[in-house]
């Protein structure tokens, strides 16, 4: 019998001797080297074999398993794995085949280091680079399997370990086989994104991060599949990234969400990187009836995403990023007035949480401002100026029900919004920083009861105006403060420095008049005025404008002398210690030496008989008041006529004369003329004219225009020009000190006679000439529309 089975063992094909040779007797002495060599030898000189050996060796391996001796399996498996390294021909493919069953095998067993030495084979496999396309190659099972180990929950907490980390190592494998070969299964398909991202954030969130560890590898293939995304491939990834952290309460405390959006932010290509925030803004609306907590998070998460994101590359729609996350703040003060951030009313919220999400939104509005460039940040703060909602017009931009106090809240998360972008805004130019589009409704909210309003208001204005970041240095009111410490402008004012005085000074004065006479301003206020009028000084210094913010100044002192406004004691003081230590700065900033001397003089005078005036006695946390009515000696204020003398005889002699006129908070004639009004303007501007012309109730006489008529009107002009400039300056003044109610009435009324008023001209136009029999004819058809002739037609 043993003649007989070794003479049929000859009469075998010399593969599967030579596949039976590489096998030893005892399986502890591994591979037989020499005759593997022959072995790979002979698959090289026979690529046509290599199926049949593939085939063989499975047979062999899938043998020695169902016997359990794990040893030959070992050997096998290593035999397959030198014969892939070695045959890099087309005939490799049939090798691939024998090989990948034989790994599903091993997968399918019940042994945990079967699983493991699979996916180590598999992983040297992924590694190779194949010379010829496989088109009927799948990896499905891989995928699956590989993310079901990354699930393991094996009672040993070594082997739990293991087999996590080659499931993420087998899961990388499949990842650097199919991306980069558009003729391989599509790994990007939403099938099997949604098996491979959560198990790897399950590895992430659970294990801590040391060398070798599943949370180690699963950032490096975490890392490695969205680095290799393109652009048609980021949603894919992303969607089941959020589905993950809704499932699982993610959004909350502990960080784990912002750490997988970083990693994904520093992963992906910068180009592709607005997608993801597209994403996660399109989650945020799809949760805005989620509790607070997971709203805020979404937030942060937006926020640090932002910082990270590349500068400018937010995408093509950045305003509906904006107005994504004004909408939020909207629907929070909703919830917050309600208490529920449901219709139903089944959910409850509290002012904490919903106050917590607005701040974070606030935050992220700056964090998106700030990688935005310069233009586009101007045109980020006339989005959120135009979002404001203004009483009477705008009441109640959110739910229907929100009422006064709604549309307060909103107005002020929205400047403390626009705060924000302005806090980063770095423009040389004040004239696009601040354009009449956006200036103009910025100061209307100074004259508000709110003060809170107002405050933020002020420190909006200082920023944008502050360029040489000179704000954070100035950080109490101060008669000792010293200008050395703040960054002046080495030359002169620009030529748009001087366009931007011409056209908005004499509003921003007159503004910051009106905002010292509120009777709710506190040390907050002031401290904020001092600010912006330090800043305006440093900012705009020459000649004209020191001398205006002299009159200004002296105009703040007298409100607070006189006591015309009926302010309390603690703002009448307030407004002195502000004038003494803006007029202390302002010494310092060019005038003569004896300018300065007499504001010392005065100061001292006050520091020895009258401190309540100076801020350091009135603007801190114990103010010293009088206890009676306050009553200012004059020795004690900045007299006009000793400023005059000051600056008498230097290059200031051509702007004093303008100090003998008071200041008062009106528009002067320059003012109208330097600025172009707007149509609205001009329209509500002339139906108050008209209205104050027609006021007698008798119907207008219709005359015939002709010569005679133009030529005594121009000679009568000369005469009623006083009394048209008189209407004028009444309507102006109407205009200015009205409350924005009465205005907005007062427009809508006139609506209806500016109409009778256009069908009076249009007739006049189209109403034909006097007969010569003094009858005037109907002529039932205009005259547009009549038909002539060609040949009275030139």
């Known amino acids: 019998m043993y003649g007989v089975c070794g003479c049929c063992w000859a009469l075998r094909p010399r593969y599967k001797r030579l596949v039976d040779n590489i096998f030893p007797e005892d399986p502890e002495d591994g591979l037989v080297k020499a005759n593997m060599e022959k072995l790979t030898f002979f698959a090289l000189s026979a690529p046509e074999k290599l199926d049949r ?50 790994l599903r095998l091993l997968l399918e067993a019940e042994k945990p280091h079967l699983h493991i030495l699979a996916t180590n084979s598999f992983v040297k496999f992924a590694n190779i680079e194949e010379d010829t396309p496989s088109y009927h190659r799948s990896y499905d099972f891989f995928v699956s399997r590989f993310s079901e180990m990354c699930h393991s929950d094996h009672e040993d907490p070594d082997t739990k370990i293991k087999i996590r980390v080659s499931g993420i190592c087998g899961l990388q494998g499949v990842v650097r086989k199919t991306v980069d070969d558009e003729l391989q299964v599509n790994i990007w398909e939403p099938r099997h994104m949604e098996q ?47 589905m993950h952290l809704d499932s699982h309460s993610l959004w909350g405390g502990g960080g784990f969400a912002v750490r997988c959006f970083q990693i994904i932010m520093f992963s992906i290509q910068s180009q592709h990187s607005h997608l993801v925030i597209q994403q996660l803004l399109g989650h945020l609306d799809a949760n805005s009836r989620s509790p607070a907590s997971i709203r805020a998070g979404i937030v942060e998460v937006l926020s640090e995403a932002a910082v990270i994101e590349a500068t400018g590359s937010v ?180 030529r748009h420095d001087n366009l931007f005085i011409r056209k908005h000074a004499q509003r921003l004065y007159r503004h910051v008049y009106l905002a010292c006479k509120e009777e709710n301003n506190g040390p907050n206020h002031y401290q904020a005025l001092f600010s912006l009028l330090a800043v305006l000084s440093v900012e705009l210094i020459n000649e004209e404008v020191l001398v205006d913010l002299l009159r200004l100044i002296l105009a703040l002192q007298e409100l607070g002398a006189s006591n015309q406004e009926n302010l309390s004691v603690f703002n009448r003081c307030s407004l002195h210690a502000v004038c003494a230590a803006s007029l202390h700065l302002l010494s310092q900033l060019g005038p003569p030496p004896a300018l300065h001397q007499y504001v010392t003089q005065v100061i001292a005078s006050r520091q020895k008989d009258a ?57 002067t004639d320059e003012d109208r003329l330097s600025r172009k009004m707007s149509i609205a303007d001009t329209v509500s501007l002339q139906m108050a004219i008209d209205h104050v012309s027609t006021s007698d109730p008798q119907k207008p006489q219709i005359e015939q225009i002709t010569f005679e008529t133009l030529k005594n009107t121009i000679e009568d002009r000369g005469a009623v020009e006083e009394e048209e400039r008189r209407k004028r300056m009444e309507v102006v003044e109407r205009f200015q000190t009205a409350p924005f109610e009465e205005i907005a009435a007062l427009c809508g009324s006139r609506t209806s006679l500016l109409q009778s008023k256009l069908d009076q001209v249009f007739d006049l136009i189209v109403r034909p000439p006097p007969s010569p029999s003094g009858q005037s004819s109907r002529r039932s058809t205009p005259i547009f529309e009549m038909k002539f002739p060609d040949l009275c037609v030139y």
């Not at 035999?79 to 049939?94: D, F, K, P, T």
């Not at 006009?640 to 702007?655: K, M, P």
């Open 53 to 102: 050996i593939a085939a063989y060796l499975s047979e062999r391996l899938t043998r020695e398993l169902n016997r359990h001796r794990y040893g030959y399996v070992c050997i096998a498996l290593e035999a397959m794995e030198q014969l892939l390294l070695a045959c890099h021909c087309q005939s490799i493919n049939l090798l691939v085949e024998s090989f990948l069953s034989t």
């Open 315 to 494: 995408g093509p729609t950045v305003l509906e990023v904006f107005n994504t996350l004004l909408r939020q703040l909207r629907q929070s003060v909703d919830y917050q007035l309600t208490g529920y951030y449901d219709n139903a009313g089944k959910h409850r919220t509290t002012s904490v949480h919903e106050k917590t999400l607005q701040d974070a939104v606030i935050k992220t509005i700056g964090s998106f401002a700030n990688t935005l460039p310069v233009y586009q940040r101007s045109e980020v703060m006339l989005f959120i100026m135009g979002k404001i909602p203004v009483p009477g017009i705008y009441p109640a931009l959110g739910s229907p029900n929100a009422g006064f106090e709604g549309s307060r809240m909103i107005q002020v998360m929205l400047l403390k919004s626009l705060l924000q972008v302005s806090e980063r805004y770095e423009s040389s130019n004040l004239l696009t920083a601040l354009p009449s589009s956006f200036l103009e409704p910025l100061l209307s909210f100074t004259l508000m009861e709110d003060p809170e309003i107002r405050l933020l208001v002020l420190s909006i204005l200082t920023s944008l105006i502050d360029r040489h970041q000179n704000a954070p240095r100035i950080t109490t009111v101060s008669v000792t403060f010293d200008v050395s410490v703040l960054e002046q402008k080495e030359d002169g004012c620009a």
């Open 196 to 242: 491979i991202v959560p198990a790897l954030l399950v590895n992430l969130e659970h294990c801590h991060c040391h060398s070798g560890s599943p949370a180690e590898q699963t950032e490096v293939c975490f890392r490695e599949l969205l680095g290799r995304a393109a652009y048609g491939h980021i949603n894919n990834a992303i969607k089941p990234v959020l």
């Open 611 to 667: 401190p309540q005036l100076l801020p350091e006695n009135v603007l801190c946390d114990q103010p010293r008041l009088p206890k009676a009515d306050l009553k200012v000696d004059k020795a004690f204020l900045f007299i006009q006529s000793e400023i005059y003398e000051a600056l008498i005889g230097s290059n200031y002699s051509a702007q004093c004369e303008r100090l003998s006129t008071p200041y008062t908070p009106q528009l």
